[in-house]
């Protein structure tokens, strides 16, 4: 996908020498297995075996951080290389959502693990990423040996998204909501991979570059996820959600396919960072408040005079527009973490998730955006539930 081509340097929260030969830390550990079967059955998600990885079967030497204690010396192309990637990519995104969480997270594990495995190469799961409790593992795309999946940002955010929001919402319920439970895990693990990927000024630069900073559009941003259906095989499945509404998804409820039924939920909580972050470019005094009333996901693509007026704007001053986005970034992050951590213990419907973004937005930002939250949710069908504290 483009915008993801080039290796980016990761800096993580960690002390020089904190992270030992592996990579490996108190919590995460690669483990660089070779010719491994998959954990779990790709059809059914059902356990062959689980972590940890037993001490004698085959796998790679752990990798060693150079002298100051870094992982930057790796080249690229290198399964010593895909190790450091994927153990920086898991960690960092722990690290962004554990800043809006406010705490540390307690990573699910098996009985007699230790650490939380990342694997990152696993040929026989084709193309395919996977997880289950302990662990994360990746295949490649196109099964192509030269685009491993561990090296993908978006894919192991995604994958690591599926753990945060186990720890933070708690386990799937049982019964009818189930479904909705899961549907909403798949679209929160897309936002999770969502904000960690904004963080990087690389990602933010190309995708104002490409979209003239007008977010109401089809950029790499509204198309995160796009590239993933693990359950239903391949992970390039595009399930776009760009106008989504639930009624639009029924039959997927009754195939049981819940990736694609989160798709109005992504689609709804995408519009709402891109109108904090239109709000943030008006109090800059970037754009009007009329050019921003203008510009919604309805004139999108009609109205290229309205495009044009947003690309003069950013040309003027590309970089205020990039702080915007990170501003509204850490906004949207802080609202989405605040509801989920409502949203415990499940089931994590829709409406539910929808009312507790309204509520931490009372919280944190004295309602400024609950309008907006209610109408992108309304507009996709779903109605925020709301319950006055
Ligand atoms: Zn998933």
């Not at 990579?23 to 790709?42: I, S």
């Not at 802080?334 to 919280?363: E, H, I, K, M, Y």
Request: proline letters at 6%; a positive charge; one cysteine or more.
């Amino acid at each position: 996908m483009r915008g993801f081509e080039l290796p980016r340097l990761v800096r993580l929260a960690a002390p020089p020498g904190a992270i030992a030969a592996g990579p490996r830390d108190g919590r995460l550990q690669v483990v660089d297995a070779l010719h491994k079967a998959p954990y779990r059955r790709l059809a059914t998600g059902e356990y062959l075996w689980r972590p940890p990885y037993p001490r004698g079967e085959p796998r790679r030497r752990p990798v060693r951080p150079n002298a100051q204690g870094h992982f930057d010396h790796l080249r690229p192309g290198t399964p010593a290389f895909s190790a450091a990637a994927t153990f920086a990519a898991a960690a960092c995104v722990l690290d962004i959502w554990e800043h809006y969480l406010g705490r540390r997270l307690r990573l699910r594990l098996n009985p007699r693990q230790r650490r939380f495995e990342l694997i990152p190469r696993v040929p026989r799961l084709g193309d395919n990423a996977y997880s289950g409790v302990g662990y994360v593992e990746f295949g490649f795309a196109d099964a192509d040996p030269r685009q491993p999946y561990c090296e993908n940002l978006d894919v192991v955010a995604h994958e690591v998204g599926h753990h945060i929001l186990r720890a933070v919402i708690g386990r799937t319920p049982a019964g009818e909501a189930a479904f909705e439970h899961q549907a909403h895990v798949e679209a929160a693990a897309d936002l999770v991979s969502l904000v960690a990927v904004l963080h990087f000024d690389r990602v933010v630069a190309h995708l104002l570059e490409q979209t003239r900073g007008k977010l109401h559009s089809r950029n790499v941003a509204s198309r995160i996820g796009e590239f993933r259906s693990e359950w239903s095989g391949r992970l390039e499945a595009r399930t776009a959600f760009h106008d989504k509404r639930l009624a639009d998804v029924a039959r997927a409820r009754r195939k049981g396919d819940f990736h694609t039924y989160g798709r109005p939920f992504l689609g709804a909580a995408y519009e709402v960072l891109v109108e904090i972050y239109e709000s943030h470019l008006v109090r800059r005094e970037l754009i009007s408040s009329r050019l921003a009333r203008r510009s919604s996901r309805a004139t999108a693509r009609s109205r290229r005079a309205l495009r044009r007026e947003f690309g003069g704007r950013y040309r003027l001053n590309p970089d205020g527009f990039a702080d915007a986005l990170r501003h509204a970034t850490a906004d949207f992050a802080r609202l989405l973490a605040l509801a989920w951590q409502r949203t415990r213990p499940g089931p994590a419907t829709f409406a539910r998730v929808a009312g507790n973004l309204v509520a931490a937005d009372r919280r944190l930002a004295g309602g400024r955006y609950g309008r907006v939250i209610r109408r992108a949710f309304a507009q996709r069908g779903i109605a925020a539930r709301s319950r006055r504290p």
